[in-house]
Structures are given as structure tokens and as C-alpha cells.
């Protein structure tokens, strides 16, 4: 046997240590001795009880000497993403928006909405070939679940859309004995208790928003056409929501005014609002990111000057700024979605996971999401899904294949990092824009989750 090249420590006091295996995904405390035993396994073998040894084996923290962890890896990384029940599909009822956000890169031409509503919303033919297209592809792959979720734009600016596309496909697949639920991406400015009590007959997992900061920050980058702001309003609509029993996730923004996150963590626990799940994402500014990448992959000059972006951080910053913000949110008593560690779940690396927008085109992420040039296909009138060329490039993404990642023992949680920013980079990898969660998040986590076990584990 030998140690796992996947295995990790973050010390604890008394001797004690979090072991985590990014490819199994196993977590175990583990004493000064158990760590010794796992490193120096080809050695004291022999001499370890059989159940313990059994419980490495089984954790994946120790393997057989001959077996190669980066073909295991390969396999289980190509079976999740063929598989043809992890499939998903984003629907875009419309491209229009009732925000002017500052850092949109997404925005539509507010003149060609007006005059050409038939290119911003989804028209009956389109939807016709979206609706057959989604039925087909279950049917076709014989799953059993039929998982959707709404984006934009804004989706409920097409309410009558929405409920459409719901009730076409809750009886669908009810009538096929087909599982089926939704997740709402929102700006969350437009729910009524109308929409929401329709919303009761069919079963919404999540409802997705975004928070920018306190209301101060919130309201600079995150308001209406007219300027006005729109925090008061998403708050109190994020606790119409939860009270109809929809799960809520509140995505914060990580931006330069970072620091200002304990406020919004005190005012929404103030508000009661301390069930949601709270998720950070980075706001990337393009032109800026792009250079800065480039930079540290050796893509450009080192002495090509990079302005200071209005509003994102540079984006080696992001994972330390991240895990402060996390723990700003874990002092205040919300609820940390669990560590993504083993394999990461991130859908755009899917097959079958296909982001629809109102004119029939197709896309592989969110964030690529009316970037006419990420398409990677389009679905015909007939259900008929033409794959683009860029499709094949988009799923030629495997990171065993990559020489940095071969031996990094972060790739089971990382996978090379954000195949939309390698793809637009122009980088085989990209580390510091991954998925993978960091070891301060991981130990904030078991201590929310198991409390009571580690309550004598004190981290250091």
C-alpha cells in the first residue's frame, strides 16, 4: 500500500488533524500516530489492526502501490460528466432586465428590446423546439429526473412564460412518472405573492439572488434603470419567499468593498434571515482579468501596465478575500453550503447540461451566457439540437491531459479550474479560478456541521 498523493492535513491542536481526500472526498480526524501510520503505510503495514487499515482503504487516504491515482481520477471524472443522469436545462424565457447593474457584461441593447421584443423573449416557435428538444433528450437517455432552471435576463419579467413552460412539463413528466423540479435564478425584484402561490403546485428547490453588500454598497452597483436601489426591496422579497417554505441562496458578490460584508451579514440577521445559504462569487471585470491572467501565465508582459478595476479585486486575491467573507458569515451564525470536495459538481463540465437562451442558442455556463460567442449550438424548431463546433471544443476539457495538474493533489476538487476562463484566456489551467473551497473554509465547515465533535478540537 501507499499513501494517496490525494490526501491533505490542516492541523488541529492536541495532536489532532483533518485529513481530507479530494478524490474520494472522505474527512477524517486523524492523531499525530493514525497521520504517521497513513504516510509511512509501505513500512508499518504489517503491523496495523486489520479494521483500521480497512477504514484507510476504504476512505481512499491509502491505496496499492501499483494502482495510478491519475487514471482513477480520469475514469470517475469521464463517467460523471457522460452520464446521462446528471443532465440539466437552463431556460431563458427572455433576455431583457429591469436592472442597469454596473458590472452587467450580459446587458441587451434597451432600444432593441423596445422595438424587437419577438429577438429578447422567447417566441412560440422557439419555444416549441425547446420544449420537444428537453422531452427528447430525457426520453432519449431513459432518465428519471427532469431538473430545469430559469435564467435571464431577468425570468420574471416572462411570468405568463414561466408558468407555461412549468405546467407543459410538470404534466409531461408527471404523466412518464419523470421526477421534476426548478431553481430560479432572480435579481428576486419581481415576486409577488401572485407568482409565488403559483409557484406552490410545482417543486421549486432554490431560489438564487444576488447581494452586492450592505444596502450603501448594494444599491452604487445594483439598481434600476432610474438609479433607484434595489436592496430594500430584494430583502423583503427574499422573506416572502422563504416564508412560502422555497429555499433561498443569497449570492454575495465578492467586490472591492469587501469589508463592508459584516454589515450585511448583521442587517440580514437582523431581518430573521438567517436560514438562507449564503454562496460567494466573484465579480470578474473582463478586460482587466483577462490581462491579469495572462500576466501570471507568462501570456504577457510582465511591465504591461493593468489599470485598477472599479469595482473587482485583482484576481489572485479572490480566494483569501472569499474564506475572510466566509468566515464573517460563519461568526454571524449562516449556514455554509457544504465543502465541494471528491468530485465538484460544477454542471458546465456536463454533456447534458445545455443553457438555453430566448432565440433557440445554446450554452455550456451561465456566465457565458448572450455571449454570441460561446454558443455551442442551437436547437431547431423540430426539437433538433445542431451541436456547433465550439460544443466539441467546450467538452475537450479533460485536465488529466494537462502536465501542471497531473501531479497537483488539488485536481479532483479543482479540474483545472473554470473551463469558461481557460476557454476565453486562451490557458490550459487557470488555479486561482477554481471551484476548489480552501482549507479555512473546510474547517469552519466541520465545526458548523459536527459541533459537538470537534467542540475539544479547538482549530487553530
Keep these: 500500500m501507499k499513501p494517496s498523493q490525494y490526501n491533505h492535513y490542516i492541523p488541529l491542536e492536541d495532536d489532532k488533524n483533518i485529513l481530507y481526500n479530494t478524490l474520494s472526498g472522505a474527512i477524517l480526524i486523524v492523531d499525530e500516530d493514525a497521520r504517521n501510520s497513513i504516510e509511512q503505510i509501505q513500512e508499518v503495514e504489517a503491523e496495523l489492526p486489520?479494521?483500521?487499515?480497512?477504514?484507510?482503504?476504504?476512505?481512499?487516504?491509502?491505496?496499492?502501490?501499483?494502482?495510478?491515482?491519475?487514471?482513477?481520477?480520469?475514469?470517475?471524472?469521464?463517467?460523471?460528466?457522460?452520464?446521462?443522469?446528471?443532465?440539466?436545462?437552463?431556460?431563458?424565457?427572455?433576455?431583457?432586465c429591469n436592472l442597469s447593474c454596473e458590472y452587467c457584461w450580459q446587458r441587451i441593447d434597451q432600444s432593441l428590446a423596445e422595438?424587437?421584443?419577438?429577438?429578447?423573449?422567447?417566441?412560440?416557435?422557439?419555444?416549441?423546439?425547446?420544449?420537444?428538444?428537453?422531452?427528447?433528450?430525457?426520453?432519449?437517455?431513459?432518465?428519471?429526473?427532469?431538473?430545469?432552471?430559469f435564467f435571464g435576463g431577468e425570468p420574471l419579467m416572462a411570468k405568463k412564460l414561466v408558468f407555461r413552460i412549468l405546467e407543459d412539463l410538470a404534466q409531461w413528466s408527471e404523466e412518464r412518472s419523470v421526477g421534476f423540479n426548478t431553481t430560479f435564478y432572480t435579481n428576486c425584484t419581481l415576486f409577488d405573492q401572485f407568482f409565488i402561490d403559483g409557484l406552490q403546485k410545482y417543486t421549486v428547490n432554490l431560489v438564487k439572488t444576488t447581494l452586492?453588500?450592505?444596502?450603501?454598497?448594494?444599491?452604487?452597483?445594483?439598481?434600476?434603470?432610474?438609479?433607484?436601489?434595489?436592496?430594500?426591496?430584494?430583502?423583503?422579497?427574499?422573506?416572502?419567499?422563504?416564508?412560502?417554505?422555497?429555499?433561498?441562496?443569497?449570492?454575495?458578490n465578492i467586490n472591492r468593498h469587501y469589508?463592508?460584508?459584516?454589515?450585511?451579514?448583521?442587517?440580514?440577521?437582523?431581518?430573521?434571515?438567517?436560514?438562507?445559504?449564503?454562496?460567494?462569487?466573484?465579480?470578474?471585470?473582463?478586460?482587466?482579468?483577462?490581462?491579469?491572467?495572462?500576466?501570471?501565465?507568462?501570456?504577457?508582459?510582465?511591465?504591461?501596465?493593468?489599470?485598477?478595476?472599479?469595482?473587482?479585486?485583482?484576481f489572485k486575491e479572490v480566494p483569501e478575500v472569499r474564506t475572510q467573507i466566509y468566515r464573517w458569515a460563519f461568526e454571524k451564525g449562516f449556514k455554509l453550503p457544504p465543502p465541494d470536495l471528491g468530485l465538484l459538481r460544477c454542471s458546465a463540465v456536463s454533456y447534458y447540461h445545455n443553457i438555453i437562451d430566448p432565440s433557440g442558442d445554446v450554452y455550456k455556463c451561465v456566465a457565458t451566457m448572450l455571449l454570441k460567442f460561446m454558443r455551442t449550438g442551437r436547437i431547431h424548431?423540430?426539437?433538433?439540437?445542431?451541436?456547433?463546433?465550439?460544443?466539441?471544443?467546450?467538452?475537450?476539457?479533460?485536465?488529466?491531459?494537462?502536465?501542471?495538474?497531473?501531479?497537483?493533489?488539488?485536481?479532483?476538487s479543482c479540474w483545472g479550474g473554470c473551463i469558461f476562463g481557460r476557454k476565453l484566456i486562451g490557458v490550459s489551467h487557470v488555479c486561482e479560478v477554481s471551484q476548489f473551497c480552501g482549507e479555512?473554509?473546510?474547517?469552519?465547515?466541520?465545526?458548523?456541521?459536527?459541533?459537538?465533535?470537534?467542540?475539544?478540537?479547538?482549530?487553530e
Design 50 to 96: 486489520q479494521d483500521m487499515l480497512n477504514n484507510f482503504r476504504q476512505n481512499g487516504v491509502v491505496v496499492e502501490t501499483n494502482e495510478n491515482e491519475l487514471l482513477k481520477f480520469r475514469d470517475r471524472y469521464n463517467t460523471m460528466r457522460y452520464d446521462p443522469q446528471r443532465l440539466s436545462f437552463g431556460l431563458t424565457p427572455t433576455a431583457r
Design 115 to 149: 422595438r424587437h421584443d419577438q429577438v429578447t423573449t422567447m417566441s412560440e416557435s422557439t419555444l416549441k423546439g425547446v420544449l420537444l428538444f428537453v422531452k427528447q433528450t430525457i426520453e432519449t437517455l431513459n432518465a428519471t429526473n427532469l431538473p430545469i432552471f
Design 212 to 252: 452586492d453588500g450592505p444596502q450603501e454598497i448594494h444599491d452604487q452597483y445594483r439598481h434600476y434603470k432610474n438609479g433607484e436601489g434595489t436592496y430594500e426591496n430584494i430583502v423583503t422579497n427574499i422573506g416572502m419567499v422563504l416564508d412560502a417554505g422555497i429555499n433561498v441562496e443569497i449570492q454575495f
Design 259 to 314: 469589508e463592508h460584508m459584516p454589515e450585511l451579514f448583521d442587517d440580514l440577521s437582523e431581518r430573521g434571515l438567517k436560514q438562507i445559504i449564503v454562496a460567494g462569487y466573484p465579480v470578474y471585470d473582463p478586460p482587466i482579468v483577462i490581462q491579469e491572467v495572462q500576466k501570471a501565465y507568462g501570456l504577457l508582459d510582465e511591465r504591461f501596465p493593468i489599470p485598477q478595476s472599479q469595482f473587482a479585486i485583482p
Design 381 to 412: 424548431e423540430n426539437g433538433y439540437f445542431e451541436h456547433y463546433p465550439f460544443f466539441y471544443e467546450w467538452v475537450d476539457n479533460d485536465p488529466t491531459y494537462v502536465e501542471p495538474c497531473q501531479s497537483c493533489s488539488l485536481l479532483p
Design 440 to 459: 479555512e473554509y473546510i474547517k469552519m465547515y466541520l465545526e458548523q456541521k459536527y459541533p459537538e465533535k470537534l467542540k475539544f478540537l479547538k482549530m
